[in-house]
């Protein structure tokens, strides 16, 4: 009868979770301890925008908490996997709010598990602040307890349209993953190429594993394509890249937020000079590497020692700088309705981890930053090419 | 009869304990539970197909996409009520999984597992490239079906709805193995040239085992807009595959009760594993490791040799397989002149 | 013209990197008829031991190299200890999901170890980065190496199974197990070597396969599954089948996206290999049959 009595153990373990249900006064608070909640991969081919953005909202509010916490309340991060699928997106939120009771949830890495998460999200009012997903649908329509850090999908795709016809592009094309997360992307860029009654002249498909790009350079270069958009991951970017190269073509590249690391991106394409025509979004100010970064290197080598300060690290951080910036304008006596009035109240706030302030527009709008910063790499280093902040 | 009971009262008390859990749970362990009962359907119908009838085919993921797919387009595209697309969507994966039967006449062991899994792949890219009809990687939402007639909110009652239907699957499950099917199954499974010889249709039998597990697949599959409001492709991707392989493995090849004991293990762990966050990966190919390791027939072997009284016929080939050929050929023979089911 | 030399020549070097991974598992396959599914992890795993090696620690290339394919030929004894040995018995699904299990293990240790360094880690190749000119073609330096080492492993397998002891021990093994233990052969040892080799394979092309591949925890399965393609096309037991049907699945992915469009390459090769396992069953160079009675 013991392995009889194991199963039974099994399901009352799981009824006895849902028991322990004692309502308080405002969830995930207590005397001394703010629980915030984060959910994204932890791993599969996406892991970076879960689990290394929660690594850098770990040494963010391991900082906060040597500072002696927010109004004497220590942070504390509760991690939960959506494994990047929306039945991991809605089992991990559920978990959080229900399970888990965190006061706030700040991430969502992948556009369709978030997407799929919402409705709970939505449902049980808990104030959610995105740090890496740009599906435009989980910012919009607003609704009063989402907000936004990372910027939309709407906007990286018509910054880069604008970026290609103001460098007088005669023939844009666009090379795009089908997958959930450049699907995400693929379809606004279609609209943003509509509003400009622009034809793109090839409309290449590339996958994030794929380890050759011939074809599609092939196809760009008898089409005469002069700017290519792509909606690519690093790894696709650096292949097809260097297959051009190979072919002697070379268009203006024009990536987005996927690909910032450009010293790697230049590394992975192996060939010298082969991003010279080529530019970026970047969420982040400076490169991982440089000087005003420091701090940040030490911080993630103190708390995971095999790991060295990424991009995705940095997404956590400066989205997590909002939230710690709204729980200390909310006040000791913190409630979810004054956080999220904090959140709202946030108004040309200077992380150092965005090109530009971070400002919330409620009810209009919960996206609250607006900057389009765009990198180039020359002389073996990158470099900021310019801001453009959308209003 | 006293032996019968054991495995059945496992049973009971486990649906007993699904069947009270909305009342007492918080939404995440209902939405947990009700996840469990789809993966019982899926185990069943895997089970159906792999351990009773031998077919090691990839294609069980794909099968519950086409399933969620058609019963949730048929509500978006065209309109219909769930109640007429849900079924519409497990028909619709039956029939696909029936003419997975054809390569299987040909093919077996790895080869077959290599063309289903092509199939499953190539499921995968007509998800995610038709986008006129599927919308794409991008997925989208779909409505619950709403009980507020009977006061309830959609998520509680389409709990009711998965757990009515686990059931009736369950005890469908039940009776097909024990019928003359079930045994053709087995011997289809352990020596496929003696069942032909002995007068089992191979066709018949193979197309029936592939439309049997498509259907439970696709049953499940129609249960998941209701349940989650959203399809989208990675949600039958080959990890899928790999669970629903695992769960019948972990709890017992060619048995009904280990489908739905490997589910609920498995489910559990997976819950469970969260805990792990960042080394989960690892955990979890060790428990599946440990599990082929030490219970390779699944937890309802060690059950038989442990708890008295536990007696579920165990289909699958025993170390004496010769007995156990003579003993299947035997009953075959038996069934066949009887021409009834028992 | 000049299009479809491009896409021939992309596919012959793309179908070298399945080739090399298809070597592997048959290899393994042709001794023990067992589909190692941690191949691709394998590869991980030596790809990522050698970055760690001549990367990190600096040593100098080849006893990086050297010293990764020791690293992975151990990791390959361990899975035969591990997840064959004790489960031979048990059927093919049981030591399947074993092999599964440990591809999870060992995804999981290289993201621990590896994940946070970067999304995409580059790693130096053997010759120059610069495209060179063959004909009118211009191909990358290292996708040659990459054809030449698959031509070099295949000489040296075919002549392993032709010529020497070890190799007929291997194929008598494969062919009839009890017999050949009837006759002195040690069978588990030998199994034993074989998943040992498979892996050493693997992680010798990871190391060459690399600069091109670039280096992340999930790079093992999409190249397996393109191997498994290859080694299925080209009969799962024949050395060479496995080189000929890896160059024809890349040739065909190229073919297919240059002729009908970039959006169908990737799943162009799953197209063929269900129409040629239903069709073609045994494969081009297989020599057994289908069914096992």
């Known amino acids: 009868m013991k392995s009889f009595r194991f199963v039974l153990n099994l399901t009352v373990a799981t009824l006895i979770g849902g028991l322990v249900a004692v309502g308080h006064a405002e969830d995930g608070v207590t005397k001394d301890e703010i629980k915030i909640g984060s959910f994204g991969p932890l791993a599969g081919p996406v892991y970076m925008y879960g689990k290394l953005a929660m690594n850098g909202l770990e040494a963010l509010f391991d900082k906060v908490n040597q500072e002696g916490g927010i109004h004497g309340r220590k942070l504390k991060l509760v991690r939960e996997d959506d494994a990047c699928k929306p039945e991991g997106g809605i089992a991990a939120v559920k978990k959080l709010i229900y399970d888990d009771k965190v006061f706030a949830i700040n991430g969502g890495g992948c556009s369709n598990s978030t997407l799929a998460a919402r409705p709970e999200i939505v449902k049980a009012g808990i104030p959610f602040v995105v740090n890496s997903a740009v599906a435009d649908g989980i910012s919009s329509p607003p609704t009063p307890n989402i907000f936004t850090t990372q910027l939309t999908a709407t906007i990286e795709s018509r910054a880069q349209l604008k970026y290609a016809l103001e460098q007088k592009a005669k023939k844009v094309a666009l090379v795009a993953q089908h997958d959930a997360w450049g699907r995400s992307r693929y379809e606004p860029m279609m609209t943003a190429l509509k509003e400009q009654s622009i034809k793109p002249v090839s409309d290449e498909e590339m996958t994030i594993d794929q380890n050759d790009g011939t074809a599609q350079a092939l196809k760009l270069m008898q089409t005469g394509a002069d700017a290519v958009l792509l909606i690519v991951y690093p790894k696709p970017a650096a292949v097809l890249i260097r297959d051009s190269l190979k072919l002697g073509y070379k268009p203006l590249w024009i990536g987005q937020t996927a690909i910032q690391d450009l010293p790697q991106l230049q590394e992975q394409v192996g060939i010298p000079g082969a991003l010279e025509k080529f530019v970026s979004i970047a969420t982040i100010p400076a490169h991982p590497d440089d000087p005003e970064m420091a701090e940040w290197r030490e911080r993630i080598k103190k708390l995971f020692p095999n790991d060295a300060l990424s991009v995705f690290n940095l997404m956590g951080i400066g989205s997590g700088m909002v939230v710690v910036e709204a729980l200390k304008r909310a006040g000791a006596d913190l409630t979810r309705e004054k956080f999220l009035k904090a959140m709202g109240s946030i108004k040309n706030f200077k992380t150092g981890m965005y090109p530009g302030p971070i400002t919330c527009k409620p009810p209009a709008s919960n996206q609250c930053n607006q900057s389009v910063g765009w990198i180039k790499f020359g002389d073996g280093k990158p470099k900021s090419a310019g801001v453009t902040t959308l209003d | 009869m006293r032996a019968v009971v054991s495995h059945r009262a496992l049973l009971v008390v486990l649906f007993a304990v699904l069947a009270v859990l909305p009342v007492v749970a918080n939404q995440y362990t209902l939405f947990v539970g009700n996840l469990l009962m789809l993966y019982m359907i899926l185990a069943l119908g895997l089970n159906l197909l792999v351990g009773f009838a031998g077919q090691l085919a990839f294609a069980n993921a794909a099968m519950y996409g086409i399933g969620a797919y058609g019963a949730a387009l048929l509500q978006v595209r065209l309109g219909l009520s769930y109640w007429l697309a849900a079924p519409c969507g497990a028909v619709l994966a039956m029939a696909i999984g029936t003419l997975l039967a054809f390569p299987a006449l040909r093919l077996s062991g790895i080869y077959l597992a290599l063309a289903t899994l092509a199939f499953a792949q190539f499921t995968q890219w007509v998800l995610l490239h038709w986008n006129s009809v599927t919308f794409g990687a991008g997925g989208f939402p779909v409505p619950q079906p709403e009980f507020s007639a009977l006061g309830m909110s959609p998520d509680r009652g389409i709990y009711y709805v998965s757990w009515v239907v686990t059931v009736v699957l369950l005890a469908f499950a039940w009776r097909v193995v024990r019928s003359r099917v079930g045994r053709a199954f087995v011997a289809m499974r352990d020596r496929e040239m003696a069942a032909q010889a002995l007068g089992v249709g191979l066709l018949r039998y193979k197309a029936m085992a592939f439309a049997l597990s498509g259907f439970y697949a696709g049953t499940a599959g129609a249960l998941y807009p209701a349940v989650l409001a959203y399809v989208s492709p990675e949600g039958f991707d080959l990890f899928q595959m790999v669970l629903h392989k695992a769960m019948i493995v972990v709890g017992g090849m060619g048995s009904i009760a280990g489908s739905v004991i490997g589910a609920s293990l498995l489910v559990y762990l997976l819950e469970v594993l969260r805990q792990f966050k960042a080394t989960q990966e690892i955990v979890f190919g060790a428990l599946l490791l440990a599990f082929v390791l030490f219970q390779p027939r699944g937890l309802v072997d060690f059950l038989k040799r442990s708890v008295p009284g536990w007696s579920e016929p165990l289909h699958y080939a025993s170390d004496s397989e010769s007995a156990f050929d003579v003993a299947v050929a035997d009953e075959l023979v038996t069934g066949s002149r009887g021409g009834a089911d028992r | ?293």
């Open chain 3, 1 to 293: 013209m000049l299009v479809l030399s491009y896409l021939l020549v992309t596919g012959i070097t793309t179908g070298a990197l399945y080739a090399l991974v298809a070597l592997g598992i048959v290899v393994v396959y042709k001794a023990t008829e067992v589909v190692n599914l941690a191949h691709g992890e394998l590869f991980m795993m030596g790809g990522f031991l050698a970055y760690t090696l001549h990367v990190m620690v600096k040593l100098p290339y080849v006893p990086s190299v050297l010293l990764a394919v020791a690293g992975s030929f151990a990791i390959g004894i361990l899975t035969d200890r591990v997840a064959f040995r004790p489960l031979m018995k048990e059927g093919l699904v049981s030591v399947l999901l074993a092999t599964i299990g440990i591809s999870f293990i060992l995804k999981g240790v290289a993201r621990v170890l590896w994940g946070g360094k970067g999304d995409y880690l580059a790693f130096p190749p053997l010759v120059s980065p610069e495209p060179m000119r063959i004909g009118n073609v211009m191909i990358m330096s290292q996708q040659l190496v990459v054809l030449l080492a698959a031509l070099a492993v295949m000489l040296v397998f075919a002549a392993f199974f032709k010529t020497t002891r070890a190799g007929k021990f291997m194929q008598a093994t494969a062919s009839n197990p009890k017999a050949a233990a009837l006759v002195g052969i040690h069978v588990s040892r030998v199994y034993m070597y074989t998943f040992g080799v498979g892996a050493a394979v693997a992680g010798a092309s990871a190391v060459l396969m690399a600069p091109l591949t670039l280096l992340y925890p999930d790079i093992g399965f999409p190249l397996f599954i393109k191997g498994f393609a290859a080694a299925v096309l080209g009969g799962l037991t024949s050395v060479p089948g496995a080189i000929i049907g890896g160059l024809l699945v890349g040739i065909l992915e190229q073919l297919a996206a240059g002729f009908i469009g970039t959006a169908i390459q990737d799943v162009s090769a799953f197209i063929v290999i269900m129409f040629a396992l239903i069709f073609l069953p045994t494969g081009i160079l297989g020599m057994r049959g289908t069914r096992k009675i």
